[in-house]
């Protein structure tokens, strides 16, 4: 059915260019493995159809699709404008309101009501990804008075970056609560956390969760400067960690996001949590069939760096190629996973105070085993997913499977590096659990006769505690 199995993952954002059950489906086809679902736009009733879809084809493909629900957080916005004439000329002084007005190139009006209060003299404003960037000069009258610096065309609802300027608005908003109960209701697999500023954003949003009853995994978005400075605290709140490089790289100076990239991606590793990269990976392709070589590297970088999953959103949400889009970007990762060697085998420290120490020690010699006799595959049983988060953290060459009896797990290790995850649950004795879970990967083509793998469980099996256990064996 899917023919791609990458070990990096793609994800592809929702839109109205694949919003049916039928691109869907050629979207996986595609090699896609997360749909992301924006709660910038849409209705919920918008986004439970295109659920309902998702969860149809994973049960007539027998997939493990992920379900990515994003929330919109502060975002500060322009609010509607006049007209397409209306520009901003460099050294003109322009006024921002928060007014409900229609924008002008001499009154602009933004949906962010604490602007006024959050803005101070001096402080630059940047519109439209930095496209247009103006200086404040004053605030009074409950209006901010700015000098255009670069000028350009003013468009509705086109996003404001403040990227000197604490802004007061939580990371969760009254309307990013809304969103949120109806993603928990629907029981979405990963949910993101827009313009997280500090581990208290992230901390609030899990508390939320555990609140309702779910364990629904949280992603921190890395968009602000403020999160760069707390980033190790940031990653060990968080589930995974989004490199969200659109804002990030108007928040910050747009020379650094290539480092910030890839420190956060080695952080991560080293602290086995998921890190996607997103934003303009293969932004040419909106509107072409072919990607520009910037593009094709750019995907390339981050396989290096090593990145659990790339992420499209405009491309695959409103392109006019959505689906040569995803083959163009599984196929560059495909070269890359074949030619790189770089890209596997890594080393870490573990650390001997930590809880789950031995266990850790026990998957990073699995993963060592499986490169000595050039294992095909690395076999895990888990229940609450740790065991798959450790093996994907040392990035083996093998491929890894993973075995559980959590349905929900199955379609949320789709995020994680190298992971295939398949449903069991008839933990009897060990012996009988490996002899059928490696039958099962020989019938579906994955193992052949022949092919070494390296089994973790944990003894005794039927108790399901950490991994405590390795047996290596030939088909």
Same mark, same amino acid.
Do not use: Y
């Given at each position: 059915m899917k023919p791609f199995f990458n070990k990096t993952k793609v994800i592809a954002t929702v839109g109205p260019a694949i919003n049916t059950k039928e691109k869907l489906l050629e979207m996986v086809q595609a090699g896609t493995d997360v749909f992301r679902l924006n709660f910038s736009h849409g209705s919920h009733e918008e986004h439970k159809k295109v659920i309902q879809f998702i969860r149809e084809l994973n049960k007539e493909h027998n997939l493990n699709i992920c379900i990515l629900q994003? !929330?919109?957080?502060? #975002?500060?916005?322009?609010?509607?404008?006049?007209?397409?004439?209306?520009? !901003?000329?460099?050294? #003109?002084?322009?006024?921002?309101?928060?007014?409900?007005v229609k924008s002008t190139a001499k009154k602009i009006s933004t949906t962010y009501k604490a602007f006024i209060n959050d803005v101070k003299p001096d402080d630059p404003i940047l519109i439209d990804d930095g496209k247009i960037e103006l200086k404040v000069l004053e605030v009074k009258d409950k209006e901010v008075v700015a000098e255009v610096i670069y000028g350009g065309q003013l468009k509705s609802k086109k996003g404001i970056n403040l990227p000197s300027t604490n802004i007061s608005s939580p990371s969760l908003t009254e309307k990013d609560t809304k969103d949120l109960m109806f993603g928990l209701e629907e029981e979405v697999d990963w949910i993101a956390l827009s313009f997280v500023r500090s581990p208290i954003d992230v901390l609030l949003l899990k508390h939320i969760i555990k609140q309702q009853g779910k364990e629904t995994k949280v992603i921190a978005k890395v968009e602000k400067p403020e999160a760069i400075e707390q980033i190790d605290a940031i990653i060990e709140a968080s589930d995974a960690i989004m490199v969200a490089r659109g804002d990030l790289g108007v928040e910050v100076k747009i020379e650094e996001v290539p480092l910030i990239?890839?420190?956060?991606?080695q952080k991560c590793r080293h602290a086995g949590k998921p890190v996607v990269v997103a934003t303009q990976m293969l932004e040419s392709m909106i509107d072409n069939p072919r990607p520009t070589r910037a593009e094709t590297n750019d995907i390339a970088n981050a396989v290096m760096d090593g990145a659990d999953t790339l992420m499209l959103s405009g491309e695959t949400a409103v392109g006019k190629y959505p689906i040569e889009t995803v083959r163009t970007m599984n196929e560059t990762i495909r070269i890359m996973e074949q030619k790189s060697e770089s890209i596997y085998h890594k080393k870490e420290v573990l650390h001997r105070k930590s809880p789950t120490y031995y266990n850790d020690s026990i998957i990073a010699a699995a993963c060592v085993l499986a490169q000595d006799t050039h294992a095909k595959g690395i076999v895990g049983m888990t229940q609450s997913g740790y065991t798959a988060f450790q093996v994907a953290r040392f990035r083996p060459k093998a491929n890894i499977f993973i075995f559980t009896a959590n349905r929900k797990l199955l379609n949320r290790l789709s995020l994680v590096w190298g992971v295939r995850a398949f449903y069991y649950d008839k933990f009897t004795s060990t012996d009988d659990t490996f002899d059928e879970v490696l039958n099962l990967l020989q019938t579906?083509?994955?193992?052949?006769?022949?092919?070494?793998?390296?089994?973790?469980a944990s003894m005794p099996i039927a108790k399901r505690q950490r991994t405590n256990t390795i047996k290596m064996s030939q088909i």
């Open positions: 994003d !929330l919109q957080g502060p #975002k500060i916005r322009l609010g509607e404008v006049a007209s397409d004439q209306e520009f !901003l000329k460099p050294g #003109k002084k322009v006024t921002i309101t928060t007014q409900p990239q890839k420190l956060i991606a579906k083509g994955h193992l052949n006769k022949g092919d070494i793998c390296i089994n973790l």
